[in-house]
């Protein structure tokens, strides 16, 4: 392919930190080195998609500044991603902009809240994703360390979110600086997310989920998988959850990250997923007691207490997300909490014909 | 052993998109006394401090002869969020001029701007409120969304866990700027008239987190 690149051009001298430091003048890093996105590098990355330079995935906000597939790959090439795992930065993108997941609020909240990349389909071991031991930080497939940071990239690029600026997040979290896994789908007991939510199981599926930081479970003492759901239910159910703060428990989604081994016990009493998703639902809340009074008052205000008086996480058993990964050494789980005011999408990734 | 040229260079491509002109869309004022006119209010079903002063200043809009019309928002996305939408709309059609918060954390900030500026768009005097703290950021959203000119009206920060009679005097010395950017040509003396008397309200009890 010989695209014609229309980018602004940028002379930077050949030494190696070069390029590191003036992506910190610029404005353009997120701190990290970074590698040069060259017209090799870039053209590269645009042999594997199907959509042509200038094409546009969206107007990324805060700022709208408008994601060509030019700009988007730019911001690739700089974390050293490659073309085979390209795609799913694409996927990423289009799934972020669906208005129900809300970029627009999401990018400029005082949440911590950031895109966390869920990973699905056959292509998660040549792209380098993680979804096995340490997936979540630490296993350094260079899938799941340069999608997730070519996505961030894009938001503060193209996009224009710096926090402290245009993005109001108080503290941030890790995953700003790109958090992307895969589920080990061989392992799980129940079809995969992306299945779940309508896919292929043929396709390589980026669902993006606003999660507000990684939320990490432990249990030794628990034989009944009944007992062990049940907790797992209660700990999300924090009381400080996002997800009691507004009256719209319908909006946002919880994930809970499930170690194969705990999988494997919860599927063998659930082999259905929502039954599964059911069991965890019906003990997702907490007692109005748990809140003081004035409290209270506005949880009945805005119509969150039940004729029990109990205040349900959410809405419905869909809500609450099972996604199996991670390493075999059991004893753990992750949630993922939401944001509430966001609704994960999830998007095919597409590839020229003919490449890998 | 290799020696590398420290003159070479390398041509990279910039990977920042560019950044649109700024759109000054056009702004309006009442410019006629509030008697008569219909102003609208909109509210924020997250913010008790914000509840409690756009009540106040409903008050006193009344007082001056203006009829209003108050609408609440709760939702960012889903049906909750069309639904708002739609009401703001809507809301937009039916009166002369509107006072929109309240931004006080980021996307709460970035509706409350959104909503302000579909109200403008409507041809319509608008007036966003926002706290101290969010005020750069209301600004930057407003011109992100084509309304650089927008009016924002600043409020003291933080508002939240203030006790009412503190709110009702913010409420009272931020009345008159909010009248002079919404255009309303009230008499000084009409408008400073009122004074604050908590001992006429019913205390609310409660912060938000």
């Not at chain 1, 997120?30 to 042509?52: E, K």
């Not at chain 1, 193209?158 to 392992?187: H, M, Y």
């Not at chain 1, 049940?230 to 703060?245: E, G, Q, R, V």
Request: glycine share 10%.
């Amino acid at each position: 392919m010989s695209a014609v690149l229309v980018s602004e051009q940028v002379e930077v001298a050949a030494d190696p930190t070069a390029l590191y430091e003036l992506s910190l003048a610029e404005g353009w890093g997120d701190g990290v080195p970074l590698l040069p996105p060259t017209d090799d590098a870039v053209l590269a990355l645009l042999d594997a998609t199907p959509y042509s330079p200038d094409h546009v995935v969206g107007a990324l906000p805060p700022q709208y500044g408008v994601a060509t597939i030019e700009l988007v790959a730019v911001n690739t090439a700089m974390t050293g991603c490659t073309a085979e795992a390209f795609p799913f930065v694409i996927a990423a993108l289009e799934a972020m902009l669906v208005p129900e997941w809300n970029a627009f609020g999401l990018t400029t909240t005082t949440s911590s809240v950031f895109a966390m990349l869920l990973v699905n389909g056959p292509g998660r071991d040549a792209a380098g994703i993680d979804y096995r031991a340490g997936c979540m930080g630490g296993a350094a497939g260079r899938g799941s360390m340069t999608i997730g940071r070519s996505v961030s990239l894009c938001l503060r690029n193209i996009g224009g979110q710096r926090a402290g600026e245009t993005s109001r997040t108080v503290f941030g979290q890790p995953a700003r600086f790109g958090l992307c896994f895969g589920e080990w789908e061989e392992r799980s007991p129940w079809p995969s997310l992306a299945v779940r939510r309508g896919c292929a199981a043929t396709d390589d599926v980026v669902t993006v989920h606003g999660g507000k930081g990684t939320f990490p479970l432990a249990d030794i003492h628990n034989d009944d998988p009944r007992d062990l759901l049940y907790l797992i239910a209660k700990s999300i159910a924090f009381p400080l959850s996002n997800m009691f703060l507004s009256g719209n428990p319908e909006n946002g989604d919880v994930v809970v990250a499930m170690n194969p081994m705990w999988a494997e016990r919860f599927g063998k009493a659930f082999p259905a997923v929502e039954d599964c998703q059911q069991y965890l639902w019906d003990h997702a809340w907490q007692p109005l007691a748990v809140w003081p009074e004035g409290n209270q008052q506005i949880l009945r205000d805005k119509g969150r207490v039940d004729a029990g008086d109990r205040v349900r996480l959410v809405a419905s058993p869909a809500q609450i997300v099972p996604f199996v990964c991670g390493g075999l050494g059991s004893l753990h789980a992750v949630a993922l909490p939401s944001f509430g005011e966001s609704q994960m999408q999830s998007a095919a990734v597409l590839r020229r014909t003919g490449s890998a | 052993m290799t020696v590398t040229d420290t003159r070479a260079t390398l041509t990279i491509r910039r990977p920042t998109a560019p950044r649109p002109e700024p759109v000054r869309a056009p702004t309006f004022k009442l410019g006629t006394p509030l008697a008569g006119r219909r102003i609208g209010l909109r509210t924020d079903g997250a913010w008790r401090s914000w509840v409690l002063i756009a009540g106040e200043w409903d008050e006193r809009l009344r007082d001056a002869g203006a009829e209003t019309l108050q609408v609440e928002t709760n939702a960012q996305i889903g049906d909750g969020g069309r639904t708002d939408r739609r009401n703001i709309d809507a809301w937009s059609d039916e009166i002369d001029g509107g006072i929109v918060g309240l931004g006080t954390c980021g996307s709460c900030t970035s509706f409350s701007v959104q909503d302000a500026v579909a109200l403008e768009s409507h041809s319509k005097p608008s007036v966003v409120v926002v706290t101290s703290e969010f005020e750069t950021h209301a600004r930057n959203m407003a011109s992100f969304l084509g309304h650089g000119d927008l009016e924002v009206l600043v409020l003291p920060y933080p508002l939240e866990a203030r006790p009412d009679d503190e709110l009702r005097a913010i409420a009272a010395e931020y009345w008159p700027k909010a009248l002079e950017l919404l255009g309303a040509a009230e008499r000084p003396d009409r408008a400073a008239a009122r004074t604050v008397r908590p001992s006429e309200r019913d205390q609310q009890g409660g912060a938000t987190g």
